[in-house]
């Protein structure tokens, strides 16, 4: 290969650049980028494609054209489904089920490889603590040992049990590296900055996870960590990604980063742009031609070797022939088993359980479930009608999912469902005294009302930030004018972040989130309603009382003056004068239609050496009238350590299904590497002394146990 063959190999465009790739014929945008045709022919990978006629047709002229013949990689963002679409990210670590998610990842890789997709930009592990920030949706969430063990679900799921060898495993690329999600003030590509200490306990061991579960590439952040753009941090990707963690994958840029260290002040060009990049290792360059145009001259000079090229370049086409590309181009790209499998009866069936397990039910004061024998429902709301699929929903239609309206025509043919908008979806719109009007005579003439609030798939998702995360103020007046006319109104929340819903919830006397549930929201949420599902999910973020509270997050540091209690009007403590501490709803909290007594747990020692573990016991019982899950939690905390620790962290959980009546001994063992952390020497340890341990329903209940680590 010429060097210019391996920069183009290095380099990623979206399809409709690459569609022409005769010389000198190259398309409008590929024109406007500076790409020549030689480039176009020779370029390594593509983003964006959507059907299997285009990726084989586009596969074909490429061989057709590229000197030296080697297939072009196909990548997409198939965040949570490819054409079925389940519940965002945050939806799916609501469900508490690692086999669940997997099996999902598994639908998606198989609806995106007969599209012809080969790479998957997912998963997205940025650790979340802000709810302002729009790409909460694409997380699971703010615990980093759950988000570690999402990640390597999702990992598996795409990359499939036999190392990419299935027929419809995609590889999996982990994103965004590192510390996207800590952004400042919530707002998308923000600075970050933190200490090596919050970095490496919180930030870093999802991604760490899903390299340890074969990830097979890592894609680096916008943001800028600590002042150096992850674009071009040699620490990141090149001492700690290769060198500390092992990772001999391909590294990818995200889209136009090169060239926004310039915007960053951090390269004085983008010549510079390319040097910072390949010195961090970085294989793959997308949207930008930072290295196509530079790369050369950087080397004439002395500053980067062809030797680091070669490497970059051997890495990406491991990649290719570890999917099998050389041999065959087009993978499972099949335009009768897109058809087939794409949509499916079994994959609307995952969607829907998906959908089932993801909803949170936040409060219930008895008007849920609802009757099978409700005669009137009126289902109002702006979200009423329509499907709810999220901002990173791929090949995902709105008008191919399910809205609640449906859902609930479908589950109860008899029973009369009217529907009404309210007001109109937008963030500021008034509220429409005629759309009020027309949805309170619905309201006042139906036994129930289920009442479809939340945001737009556009108020989440990249770029996506929000200063308030309330309901708008048209919403919050409709839901007090419907619940005052109807007392048996349910609030069914579509969001794409945690909300603060301090002001309104005691407004009504139900509510629940389906976050963007996708293809089968409606029926899933009938399913819910008519309580034919139980509820089961739980909070992997918490919900404030108010966005003032943000960022907010179970596991936060003790301070010299914590509060005394939430009801303390103690001055000079750690405390808002107009606002709980607490958020609304913790992390890990759930509502059920049944009831489960937690009985006190019991430990099998009181201490244990270095190298030693115990065993934490309780009975779950189902104490209510119906089947359910609920999620038991361990968490720990150490009460004096070389450095101030979180209130509690959460060390392992048991998703436990009872039947009515049914009780269960969980145990949870208990060891060492629990109860280390990374210390101000840079070594992960556990300091000898008293732990406490809480087996809870949620991170704010439960009572502690005590043993020592001698
Ligand atoms: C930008 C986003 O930050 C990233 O998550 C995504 O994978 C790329 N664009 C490609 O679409």
Avoid at 348 to 370: F, H, I, S, Y
Avoid at 387 to 401: I, L, V
Avoid at 408 to 424: E, K, M
Avoid at 521 to 544: C, E, I, K, Q, W
Wanted: aromatic share 8%.
């Amino acid at each position: 290969m010429t060097l210019e063959q391996k920069l183009a190999q290095m380099s990623q465009y979206g399809t409709s650049y690459l569609m022409a790739t005769a010389k000198d014929d190259v398309t409008g945008p590929a024109r406007a980028l500076g790409l020549n045709g030689e480039q176009v022919a020779a370029v390594g990978s593509t983003l964006g494609s959507a059907q299997a006629a285009d990726v084989i047709a586009m596969q074909q002229n490429h061989l057709a054209n590229d000197p030296n013949k080697i297939p072009l990689l196909f990548m997409r963002d198939v965040i949570h489904g490819y054409r079925t679409i389940y519940p965002i990210p945050l939806g799916m670590g609501a469900t508490w089920d690692e086999g669940l998610v997997y099996d999902c990842c598994r639908m998606a890789a198989k609806e995106a490889a007969v599209s012809g997709i080969q790479v998957n930009f997912s998963p997205m592990v940025d650790l979340v603590r802000d709810c302002r920030w729009g790409r909460n949706m694409e997380s699971t969430g703010e615990d980093p040992w759950y988000n570690s063990r999402m990640a390597a679900a999702m990992v598996k799921g795409y990359q499939g049990d036999d190392d990419l060898q299935g027929k419809y495993d995609i590889a999996a690329c982990v994103k965004h590296f590192a510390a996207y999600g800590a952004a400042e003030s919530g707002r998308d590509y923000n600075t970050t900055d933190m200490s090596e200490h919050t970095l490496r306990e919180y930030y870093l061991p999802a991604y760490r996870a899903a390299v340890d579960a074969g990830v097979e590439m890592v894609m680096t952040s916008f943001n800028a960590l600590n002042g150096i753009p992850c674009a071009g941090n040699s620490r990141l990707a090149a001492d700690i990604l290769r060198n500390e963690w092992g990772f001999d994958g391909v590294v990818i840029s995200d889209w136009n980063s090169f060239h926004e260290m310039v915007n960053h002040g951090y390269a004085a060009n983008d010549r510079d742009a390319a040097e910072k990049a390949i010195q961090a290792v970085t294989d793959i360059e997308m949207m930008s031609t930072c290295y196509l145009r530079y790369m050369r001259a950087l080397i004439e000079e002395g500053k980067v070797s062809e030797e680091q090229i070669d490497q970059a370049v051997l890495r990406i086409l491991r990649l290719k022939e570890k999917l099998g590309m050389f041999e065959n181009p087009l993978r499972a790209t099949s335009v009768e088993e897109e058809a087939k499998y794409c949509l499916c009866e079994e994959h609307r069936a995952l969607a829907r359980r998906a959908a089932e397990q993801a909803a949170v039910l936040l409060k219930n004061d008895g008007v849920l479930p609802l009757s099978e024998n409700i005669g009137s429902i009126a289902v109002i709301g702006p979200f009423a009608a329509c499907g709810m699929n999220g901002w990173w929903s791929c090949q995902g239609k709105t008008d191919e999912s399910v809205s609640v309206a449906a859902g609930l025509r479908a589950a109860l043919p008899q029973a009369t469902i009217t529907v009404a908008a309210g007001c109109t979806d937008g963030l500021h719109d008034p509220l429409d005294p005629a759309m009020l009007e027309a949805a309170l005579d619905m309201a006042r003439a139906s036994e129930s009302v289920v009442l479809c609030l939340g945001e737009q798939e556009g108020w989440s998702g990249e770029g996506n930030s929000r200063a308030d995360v309330g309901l708008p103020a048209a919403q919050k007046e409709l839901l007090r004018r419907v619940a005052a006319v109807n007392p048996r109104t349910v609030v069914l929340l579509f969001n794409g972040r945690p909300l603060a819903l301090g002001d309104v919830i005691d407004a009504a006397p139900a509510f629940f989130t389906m976050w963007q549930p996708g293809t089968e929201g409606g029926s899933a949420a009938a399913n819910l309603l008519l309580g034919r599902v139980n509820f089961s999910g739980h909070l992997t973020m918490s919900f404030p009382y108010h966005v003032g509270q943000a960022p907010i997050y179970y596991n936060s540091m003790r301070t010299g003056r914590p509060k005394p209690g939430d009801d303390s009007t103690m001055g000079y403590v750690s405390r808002y004068v107009d606002c709980p501490n607490a958020p609304l709803f913790p992390f890990g909290y759930g509502l059920s239609y049944t009831d489960f007594t937690y009985g006190r747990p019991t430990l099998s020692a009181t201490q244990i050496k270095r190298g030693e573990s115990l065993t934490l016991s309780l009975t779950v019982k189902n104490t209510g009238k119906m089947a359910g899950s609920t999620v038991v939690q361990l968490y720990i905390h150490d009460p004096v350590a070389s450095l101030v620790r979180p209130v509690r962290e959460m060390r392992d959980y048991a998703r436990v299904t009872l039947g009515a009546g049914e009780e269960k001994e969980v145990q949870f063992k208990i060891d060492e590497a629990m109860l280390a952390f990374y210390t101000a020497e840079g070594r992960y340890e556990a300091e000898p002394g008293c732990f406490r341990v809480w087996a809870a329903p949620d991170a704010a209940s439960g009572e502690a146990l005590s043993f020592t680590l001698l």
